[in-house]
C-alpha cells in the first residue's frame, strides 16, 4: 500500500550543503533535512552521507527505509542523466564520478540524476513561481549564476544535456576574470562572489562599509545572503552601488534572454532572491524593462522572484523523477 | 494533374528587393524571379508588384496562373501568422497590414506568411547547411542582424510569437545607439549599416581608405557586401579593422547563444556570409571558439555559413507554407 504512494527523496546537491525532501505523490513534504556536504571527503563519503540524511528524513517522516520508492538528485554541475554520472562539480571536486550508481547501491531504490539548476528550473516550473508558463526561463543566483530553460513546457536539455550556461555569457567585453576561465561573464560581475570582491577591494580602497563587520559578527567567512541583507538595511552604500550595479548585469541579461526566447516567465531563484525577494527582483526588473526590445514584453512577460526558495532543486529533482520513471 | 504538383510561389520581401522562387513538391526550383520594392508606393502598390513578380516566374516555368497551389511570403517584420498581417516593418513602413489577406485577393490562391528571418532559418534547416541538426541557430546579418531558432526540429516562435530578436541583444555596455533606440545592442556594433558607419567616422578623422571610391565606381549609395569584398580584396586598411571588430562582436554572440542553448549548428547567413562565405565565416568561428563555455562545443558545434544564399528567405518561405497547409 504504502508502496503505491510513490515516495520519493529529493536531493538538492551543493557545494557547502545538501538538502533533502521527502515527497509523496500529491507533493506533499512529509520531511525534510538538512546536511553539510563534506567535500573534503572522498566523493564515496558524501554519498554515504546523502544515504544518512536521506534515512533520518524517512524516520522524521514515519516512514520505514523500504517505503522509498525512489531518489533523485540535483548535481553541481552537467550530468550524463542515462548513466548517473556526474561529468563534472569543481565545487565538490567531482570529475566523471557515478554518483546514481553509488546511491543506488546504498539506498537499494532507482536514483535519478540532473543538473541542480535544471532541477531548480522545473521546481518553480510545475510548483512554484512558474506555474503555467509554456516558456521560462531560470536564473539562480548565488555563488555562482545558472541557468534553466522550459521551452514548450518540457524542460530543455540542449543537443549535448549542456543547455541553460547563462552565467557565462559575456556581458562586459574584456571585463574581470571567471572562475570559467573567460572574461566578463554574468556570473563575473553579478554572482554573490563577484559582489563580495567588488566590496572587499572598495574597502581596501579606503571606502567605509560595515559588511567585514557584520561578517565578523556572525561568524561568516564569506558574504552571505544575510550579510548582503543586513549590510543594505544598515543603508551601507559599498553594498548598495555594489548590488545595484549586479542588478543591472542581472537586468540586462533577463532582457537579452526575454529578447531572443521571447517567454511568458523569467523566474530569479537562489539565496539572494529567497532572502531578498523583490528587493532584489525589483531592480532587476526594472533594468530589464529598459533594455526589452519589445515594448508589449513590459506587460507580457513576468519577471519573479522563486517561490520555493532553497527546496527548489530537491522538488524539481522529485518531478524529474516522477517524469522518468513513468 | 498539375494541381497535385503542388506547386508554390516562396517570397522573400526585402526593403529592398524582393525574391520569388517558383517550387514544385519536390523542392525544385522552376523558376524565380527579382524585382525592386518600390517601398515609397503604398502598401497594396507592393502588393501589385509582388502578385506580378509571382506571376511573371509562373510564366517563366511554363505554368498558368491556374497552376499555382499557394503563395508563402518571408516579410521584413514580426507577423500574425493566423491572420496575415505584418505587425510593423520599418523597412517598409508598414504598420499592421494585411499583407496575407491582399496577397491571397489578388493571386486567388491560401496565402502563408512567416517573419523573413524565420523563414530563411527554416530554409537553412530543411534544404541548406543545417539539415538535420535538431537545435540549430540562425543569424542573418545585413543591414540589421536577425536570428531565427531552430528547436527540437521544429521553428520555435515564443510565447507571443516574437522569438530571435538576437541583433538587439546587448553586447557593448552604453555601445552606440542602434535603430531600436537602445545602446549597444549586436546590430548597432556588427551590422552592414553600423560598419558602413564605422568606416565613414575613420576616413572622416584623417585616415585613409578605398571604400567611398569603390562605392562612387558601383553607383552605390550604400556600403553593400560587394564593396566590402572588393575593399577586403584590396587590404583596405579601416575596411579590415572595422570587418574584424565586427567578427570578434558576432563571434561572442555565437558564444553566448551557444552557451545558453547548446545546438549542434549555428548558420550564418545574409548578404555578407552569401558574398564572403569563409573569409567571413572564419574569424567569427575563432573568436566563438574562445568565448565557449564547454571545450567540446568546438569539436561538435558546426559553424557555417549559409547554403542558399539569397534564396534561404523564399525556400523557407515554401517549407513554411507546405506545413500549414497540410
Redesign the interface.
Known amino acids: 500500500m504504502l508502496r503505491r504512494k510513490r515516495i520519493i527523496a529529493g536531493i538538492d546537491l551543493g557545494g557547502t550543503s545538501m538538502q533533502v525532501l521527502i515527497v509523496d505523490q500529491r507533493n506533499n513534504i512529509l520531511a525534510e533535512a538538512k546536511a553539510p556536504t563534506r567535500r573534503a571527503k572522498k566523493p564515496l563519503g558524501v554519498v554515504a552521507d546523502i544515504a544518512k540524511a536521506v534515512e533520518e528524513a524517512m524516520t522524521n517522516a514515519g516512514l520505514k527505509r523500504s517505503d522509498l520508492t525512489a531518489a533523485s538528485i540535483g548535481a553541481p554541475g552537467?550530468v550524463d542523466r542515462d548513466r548517473g554520472i556526474v561529468h563534472e562539480a569543481p565545487n565538490l571536486g567531482w570529475f566523471e564520478f557515478p554518483l546514481g550508481p553509488a546511491l543506488a547501491k546504498r539506498l537499494r531504490v532507482p536514483v535519478v540524476l540532473e543538473n541542480d539548476v535544471n532541477a531548480g528550473t522545473l521546481g518553480e516550473h510545475v510548483l512554484g513561481a512558474g506555474v503555467g508558463?509554456?516558456?521560462l526561463i531560470g536564473i539562480f543566483v548565488g555563488t555562482g549564476i545558472g541557468?534553466g530553460?522550459i521551452?514548450?513546457s518540457k524542460l530543455?536539455?540542449?543537443?549535448?544535456?549542456?543547455?541553460?550556461?547563462?552565467g557565462?555569457?559575456?556581458?562586459?567585453?574584456d571585463g574581470p576574470l571567471c572562475g570559467?576561465g573567460?572574461r566578463g561573464c554574468v556570473e563575473a560581475v553579478a554572482s554573490r562572489t563577484a559582489m563580495e570582491r567588488d566590496v572587499r577591494a572598495a574597502i581596501k580602497s579606503g571606502r567605509k562599509s560595515c559588511v567585514l563587520e557584520l561578517m565578523k559578527r556572525r561568524n561568516k567567512t564569506r558574504m552571505t545572503s544575510s550579510v548582503i541583507n543586513a549590510a543594505l538595511k544598515r543603508k551601507d552604500p559599498v553594498m548598495r552601488e555594489v548590488m545595484e550595479r549586479a542588478q543591472r548585469y542581472l537586468g540586462?541579461l533577463v532582457?537579452?534572454?526575454v529578447?531572443?526566447?521571447?517567454?511568458?516567465c523569467v523566474v530569479i531563484g537562489g539565496g539572494l532572491a529567497g532572502r531578498l525577494g523583490e528587493l532584489y527582483v525589483g531592480p532587476i526588473r526594472e533594468y530589464a524593462h529598459?533594455?526589452f526590445?519589445?515594448e508589449?514584453?513590459v506587460k507580457?512577460v513576468r519577471i519573479v522572484p522563486g517561490k520555493l526558495a532553497d527546496n527548489a532543486g530537491a522538488f524539481g529533482a522529485v518531478v524529474v523523477a516522477r517524469r522518468r520513471l513513468r
Not at 557565462?168 to 567585453?173: A, K, N, S, Y
Not at 529578447?259 to 511568458?264: A, C, F, S, V, Y
Open positions: 552537467p508558463a509554456s516558456n541557468g530553460l521551452i514548450n530543455y536539455e540542449g543537443s549535448h544535456g549542456g543547455a541553460g550556461e547563462i557565462h555569457m559575456l556581458i562586459v567585453l570559467c573567460h540586462i532582457a537579452n534572454v529578447n531572443l526566447l521571447d517567454p511568458e529598459e533594455h526590445f519589445r508589449k514584453d507580457r
